[in-house]
Each structure stands twice: as C-alpha cells, then as structure tokens.
C-alpha cells in the first residue's frame, strides 16, 4: 500500500543552475525506478526551475518551507500558493533546523501544515527529539506533543495524505544515524497514535519517513523496519550517485 518515498532535502545548497544540472542527471538515473516516490527540495530560488526540469518524470519537487498567510506584508516570506505555482507538490515543514535556528514552535508548524494543505500541497511535517531529550527519557513523550500540537485540527483524510518525518535532532547531519531498531522503535510509536488519534485506515496511508544521516549503506536497514517508509535525506541527496543509491536500494515489498 505504502510505496517507499525517497525525498531529499538539500537545505541552503545549490545554485538554480547547479540545481538543473542535478535534475536532469538525476532524471536519467532514476527513468527506470517506478516503485519509490522521488522527491527533491531545492532552495525557493530553484523550485521553478527544478519543477521545469523534472516535468514530465517521476521525480517530485518540494520547498523547504512557507509561510501560512495566503499574501500580504510579510517581507521574505512564501506562500503556499507561491510555492504551488512554481510547480512544487510537496513542502517541509517543521524541519529542526527551522525549529531551532528560526523559531518554528508546534503551533507555527501547525499553521504552516494547515496552510500547505489548503493550497493543495502534500506538507513533509518532521518531529523529533534532541539528544538532551533522549537521554532524559522523553523521546516517545516529545513525539507525542509533536504529533498532537504540530497535526491538531486534522481530519483523517488529510493525516493519509501527508508525510511524516521521523527525525533525531542529534542524527541530523551528525554522521550518528539512529540504529534500525531505534528508529523502528520511534516509527512503530508514531504509527500506533496516529491510528489512534486518526483512525487505522488514514494513519496506515500516511508515510513516514526516517531522517538523520541516511546515506546509501543503511537506507536498507531502516526501510527493512516495518514502519519506516522511506527517508528524508540532507548531505546524501546533494550528489546524484548517492542519492541514487540510496533511490534504489530502498526498494522493498510494498507494505
Ligand atoms: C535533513 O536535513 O533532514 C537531514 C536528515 O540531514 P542529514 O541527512 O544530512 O543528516
């Protein structure tokens, strides 16, 4: 039911001409791949420009963010709308580096997820622990918190149709993957509330992702993990030949 997604979050990397030339080497490497959902999120200077290049294929294109207001004075920000019509489907929101670098609280990422849905794009939400909350035993009870604040007010239609990323803040670009089974642990914990709070049939539509260091000799692993559906990929996704790789060897039996 659940094919696996492959998205790759290249952060504030690549210019609109680095990104293009990515795109269409990566088109040619991935032509044959119709099992695994391809996504990838390039800076907003390059959405168009990327969503252009991969039309027609079986790669997707997300931003990295947006802002929840349909327009108005708000210099520097984005619209779900604006994102939509450069030609993205999909959109993170709630990435760590947002939570802790710019302020995005469950409630904003709340907003931002209400917003992205309105305007019809798929949102990527990510939620996860920091280390310090890990080793004071509080990982399953900050997922919780994230889950119920950053999806409140979410029908279960809208949970089947959205991505969730499974994300340690201490995994993240660390080089420190979560192991399988950590990461099995937290997905099977996520998977469990949202059916839950959802219902079965809308939580066991919905994917989720691991994210933290993904790199194309332990996509395996993570995607053998029942719950893991996929990874939302940061260093790995900015070279075609890893993030290939990694495309590639997440394929495994349709769960
Ligand atoms: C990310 O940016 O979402 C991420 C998981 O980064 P990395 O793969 O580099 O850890």
Known sequence: MRIPFIAGNWKMFKTVHEAVVFVKELRSAVKDVADVEIVVAPPFTAVHAVAEAARNSNIGV????????????????????????????????????????????????????????????????????TLEERERNE?????????????????????????????????????????????????????????????????????????????PDNIAELVAEADVDGALVGGASLDVKSFTEIVVRSRRAAV
């Open 62 to 129: 997300a931003a990295q963010d947006l802002y929840w207001e349909r327009e108005g004075a708000f210099t520097g920000e984005v619209s779900a709308a604006m994102i939509k019509e450069a030609g993205a489907e999909y959109v993170i929101v709630g990435h760590s580096e947002r939570r802790r670098l710019f302020g995005d609280t469950d409630a904003i990422v709340n907003r931002k997820t209400s917003a992205a849905i309105g305007a019809g794009l798929t949102p990527i939400v990510c939620i996860g622990e």
């Open 139 to 215: 990982t399953l009870a900050i997922l919780d918190r994230q889950i119920k604040d950053g999806l409140d007010g979410l029908g279960a239609p809208q949970l089947a149709d959205i991505v969730v990323a499974y994300e340690p803040v201490w995994a993240i670009g660390t080089g420190r993957t979560a192991t399988a089974a950590q990461a099995g642990e937290a997905h099977a914990h996520i998977r469990k509330r949202l059916r839950q709070w959802f219902g079965a049939d809308a939580a066991d539509r919905c994917h989720l992702l691991y994210g933290g260091s993904v790199k």
